[in-house]
């Protein structure tokens, strides 16, 4: 029923695939020892060669190999090696890259800072305001009417949490003479690529371009693949089944920092849909999908190897940015009131 799902999921199969065989071939070498010295070489090497963004991310790799090289020697322990290693990768600012032992997974401390510390939301507000005790959960959305009914306002806090036809249908129906609907995804930090798809169902689908994507397959920092443009293929509703599709009155979505992964994915899809703006702070970004293997001492890692560019051509791996810059008011939340939801309520009504 919805073919644009099944054509990125496609994609995304393709990239995997692709990523785990081509790529991996082109950069395997021959067994080599489990030392320190030689597992963080070997890190380095893996990263130096299949990483995406040091252009976007401005960061010199070879820089790096200088400062944490010296820390690493033969006799040094596992936790010691890992400290390093992970220091190493956190230098990459990437939410997508780990690396993964026993006894510990590396997060990267940047992107966690910006998510909790930035994040542009207050959800005691949201919870007693907006939604109000009175809300209503439907499947993975929480949603209410504001501005005495005249706006939808559903709050969907996580793409891992699975979305259903029947589910939207309901808040299409629910909602159907609203002037426009507000989607909250402010520190939702994503999950389900596949997901993306299935919000995207509810517009105006007609072969338009969502984005373009490549992917990192050879040694060279800037040699990628050719850009694969992925389309919203055309979605054509019996009237009688879904008498609220597609919808094309106002849709205004609201990001923040903590917006990652498959949160930065809809965000740019966004783009080829008139009817649909974004609110708020930039997004945390995390828009490459990532990869990784296996070290010579068992150890496992990913990192980003595509990249995506936008419809307005931006590489927004650092954050998809808001049309509407809106940042919380510290005085308006004094007062219970969120001026982010205000503004995109304000601009459905105006339209």
Excluded at 107 to 132: C, E, F, G, P, W
Excluded at 137 to 154: L, Q
Excluded at 184 to 196: A, E, I, M, P, T
Excluded at 299 to 319: C, H, L, P, Q, V
Aim: charged share 20%; aromatic share 12%; glycine share 6%.
């Amino acid at each position: 029923m919805i073919p644009s799902m099944k054509k990125i999921s496609h994609l995304i199969l393709c990239l995997a695939f692709v990523a785990m065989t081509s790529c991996e071939s082109i950069f395997m070498e021959d067994a080599i020892d489990s030392t320190p010295v030689s597992t963080f070489e070997y890190l380095w090497n893996k990263v130096d060669q299949q990483y995406a963004f040091f252009d976007i991310k401005g960061i010199d790799w070879d820089s790096v190999h200088a400062v944490y090289r010296p820390m690493v020697n033969d006799d040094m322990d596992d936790e010691s090696l890992f400290d390093v290693c992970a220091a190493m990768l956190n230098t990459l600012r990437d939410g997508h890259t780990n690396l993964v032992s026993s006894f510990n997974v590396s997060r990267n401390d940047s992107v966690y800072y910006k998510m909790i510390a930035q994040k542009n939301i207050n959800t005691d507000v949201v919870m007693l305001n907006y939604l109000t005790l009175g809300y209503h959960s439907t499947g993975s959305f929480s949603h209410n009417a504001i501005r005495n009914g005249k706006v939808a306002y559903v709050r969907y806090s996580s793409f891992e949490s699975a979305i259903t036809d029947d589910d939207l249908d309901y808040l299409l129906e629910r909602y159907k003479d609203c002037a426009g609907i507000i989607l909250d995804l402010r520190q939702n930090g994503g999950g389900s690529v596949s997901n993306v798809p299935m919000l995207l169902s509810i517009f105006d689908n007609h072969k338009q371009q969502l984005y373009r994507t490549q992917i990192k397959c050879s040694p060279g920092h800037d040699e990628f693949t050719e850009l694969e443009t992925v389309y919203a293929d055309s979605t054509e509703y019996n009237s009688e089944d879904y008498p609220n599709r597609p919808y094309v009155k106002p849709f205004a979505v609201l990001i923040d920092r903590g917006s990652y992964s498959a949160t930065s994915f809809f965000s740019v899809c966004t783009q080829a849909y008139d009817n649909v703006k974004l609110f708020g702070d930039y997004s945390g970004g995390g828009l490459g999908l990532p990869n990784g293997g296996e070290l010579p001492n068992g150890w496992t890692y990913r990192f980003s190897i595509t990249r995506t560019i936008a419809n307005d051509g931006g590489n927004y791996e650092n954050g998809v940015p808001p049309d509407y810059h809106v940042l919380l008011d510290p005085a308006s939340t004094a007062q219970g009131i969120d001026n982010v939801i205000e503004a995109a309520a304000d601009w459905i009504e105006g339209n």
